[in-house]
């Protein structure tokens, strides 16, 4: 029985110290890091527009884009020509907001540059194409320049030579009306049309010097 | 009796302490899981004091170590000490709280103080982190004024020393620079076009890459600089197009009757990723930088994506969404939800790959603010030269 005042003190340390094993243990000499723990997952984002609709065949929604694309211009023939950007200020076509669609409304304005540019064989045009100040840089300048080759395609649709025609896009560098709201923003998502004469000075067939 | 309970003792006690000792067998505990993708935007900084400096020093180590994910405490608090003065040549010391030891001392002579500062705070980030800092890195970017007219300018990445490195009077955008290498391409109208231009700083190289009719937009170099990524719409649609570094050997990548935009390259040169649309809604999408299908990259949650910029140790994709105003988002690069940041947009990676550099707009008035992505510690650079845009980190 001796034994066992013996036995029953170190059986209740063993079982004591076999219970505290459970316990992780920091090694000796591991600086805690504080980066890279890993962490709870983000709070949910706020509700949003709905996830683009799913990839599919390329669906052309303007019927005046033809299915190819027209090629450029070759920008060497359109040097040394005179701007004109009275002349056809008046046939500006606007654009709705991020969209390269030219409304019905806008066809006149479309006839009457054709039969302008119809009327002197030897003038040539710059379309510019411009946004409005809210979308991104890049993606501004890029779709300027899908709004300005829309015109030239629906000018060829209408009988104008695609290869008298040049296109620039302007982004959102060159607003008409430098308001922030959407009575600025509508007049600067825009194509103008600049009507290009020969240089008087040059004669026919003289390259620039 | 008492000797038998004693040998009893001699006999229990040692196997009662193998029993108990910690064994590395396979059912014990790992110790704390260190798990190393680190979550963006909820990191929390490493947190240092600063003791000793003054002025422009002060200002100069405390913008370069809050971008990269430092906070500012006091000694007693700090796990590093960072201490030093800047009366004279600039000395600096860091001390390592836990470890109890000096892990920096240096001290800077021969350059400008704010040059000295910037070697300072990437010895301090070396020795603390093992990585290379940020702090003697350069941008470019784009300098506009009222007008629309602007100029390329190229700097410190704080925005210190800035200078021009075109004088056109005349519309610019998109400068990339070229990894590696003391040169950039740009856009420039100066020859009544958008066209894309090269110039080498380092040897005055300037050359003209991309002329053609239509607009010549947005140039992106390869991480090798062999080779560079652009918008044109030369064939009659604006579409990807990749040439040699030197504009030869063109190659149409796309032909979408949709604009594409903003193209960047994956840091091991096989893809690139570009902003377009698709049925109408602006998305993400990626090619193989060789050609081949356009895949598009889900952006869940973050709606209306454009410019994109890869990371360059692959792992992330920055971008801009558009919700109303502009957001900075980071997803991871082969897939996943985006984590939106902070409002801003234009977003250019550093060579760390987790402090990038972005454009924010207030007031309608652009300029550029510096990240941090794990922390999500964001410091304004405040005005530079009139409206600055879209940067690109040297890398």
Not at chain 1, 59 to 85: R, V, W
Not at chain 1, 142 to 161: I, M, N, T, Y
Not at chain 2, 42 to 68: A, H, M, N, R
Not at chain 2, 299 to 313: C, I, L, Q, R, V
């Amino acid at each position: 029985m001796k034994t066992m005042k013996i036995i029953y003190p170190l059986a209740v340390a063993l079982a004591v110290m076999l219970a505290s094993t459970g316990c992780k243990h920091q090694p000796l000499g591991i600086t805690p890091m504080r980066e890279g723990l890993t962490l709870p997952p983000n709070p949910p984002l706020p509700p949003t527009l709905p996830d683009t609709n799913p990839p599919g065949p390329q669906i052309n929604p303007n019927p005046d884009i033809t299915s190819h694309g027209i090629e450029a211009a070759n920008p060497n023939l359109f040097e040394d020509m005179i701007e004109d950007t009275n002349a056809l200020a008046a046939y500006t076509i606007h654009f709705p907001y991020d969209s390269a669609a030219i409304r019905d409304s806008e066809k006149a304005n479309l006839q009457s540059v054709a039969s302008e540019l119809a009327a002197d064989p030897a003038t040539k045009l710059l379309v510019t194409g411009n946004c409005d100040e809210r979308g991104t840089e890049e993606y501004n300048r890029a779709l300027g320049e899908r709004r300005a080759l829309v015109a030239r395609e629906a000018l060829a649709k209408l009988g104008l030579d695609p290869m008298r025609v040049r296109t620039i896009s302007y982004g959102k560098d060159q607003p008409v009306d430098t308001g922030h709201d959407e009575a600025a923003w509508k007049k600067n998502r825009r194509d103008d049309f600049i009507l290009l004469h020969p240089n008087p000075n040059m004669p026919a067939g003289m390259p620039p010097s | 009796m008492k000797k038998t309970n004693l040998q009893l003792a001699v006999i229990l006690l040692p196997i009662l302490f193998f029993a108990v000792a910690p064994v590395r067998g396979q059912n014990e505990s790992a110790p704390i899981e260190i798990n190393p993708t680190i979550t963006i935007g909820l990191t929390p900084p490493i947190p240092v004091s600063l003791t000793g400096f003054s002025g422009e020093v002060l200002s100069v180590l405390k913008f370069d170590l809050y971008v990269q994910g430092f906070s500012f405490v006091s000694p007693d608090a700090a796990q590093y000490q960072i201490s030093g003065s800047n009366s004279g040549n600039i000395i600096g010391h860091v001390t390592d709280k836990v470890a109890r030891k000096e892990i920096l001392s240096r001290s800077y002579a021969g350059a400008s103080l704010r040059r000295e500062a910037h070697a300072l705070s990437d010895d301090i980030v070396f020795a603390i982190r093992g990585k290379k800092g940020i702090g003697q890195t350069k941008i470019g970017f784009k300098a506009q004024s009222e007008n629309g007219d602007g100029e390329i300018f190229v700097s410190d990445f704080d925005g210190g020393n800035p200078q021009a490195i075109t004088h056109d009077k005349t519309i610019v955008s998109a400068p990339a620079w070229v990894p590696g290498r003391l040169a950039l391409y740009y856009n420039s109208y100066r020859l009544g076009n958008p066209d894309i231009f090269y110039n080498n700083l380092a040897t005055g190289e300037a050359r003209t890459i991309a002329a053609y009719g239509g607009s010549n937009i947005s140039p992106a170099p390869s991480p090798d600089g062999s080779k560079v990524a652009m918008i044109l719409d030369k064939d009659g649609w604006v579409d990807l197009y990749v040439a040699d570094a030197d504009g030869s050997h063109l190659k149409r990548l796309t032909k979408s009757v949709e604009d594409e935009s903003s193209p960047c390259w994956s840091p091991d040169g096989k893809w690139i990723c570009f902003a377009t649309k698709i049925n109408e809604r602006r998305v993400l999408a990626k090619i193989p930088a060789d050609g081949g299908a356009v895949q598009r990259i889900p952006t869940p949650g973050a709606p209306n994506p454009t410019e994109p910029d890869w990371s360059p140790d692959g792992k992330w994709i920055a971008f801009t969404s558009q919700m109303g105003e502009f957001d900075i988002c980071i997803m991871p690069a082969d897939g996943g939800t985006p984590v939106i940041l902070v409002p801003g947009q234009d977003p250019s990676w550093s060579p760390n790959s987790r402090t990038l550099i972005f454009t924010k707009l207030t007031n309608w008035r652009y300029s550029l603010s510096v990240l941090d992505v794990f922390t999500k510690q964001v410091k304004d650079i405040g005005r530079i030269s009139g409206n600055d845009s879209q940067p690109s980190w040297a890398k």
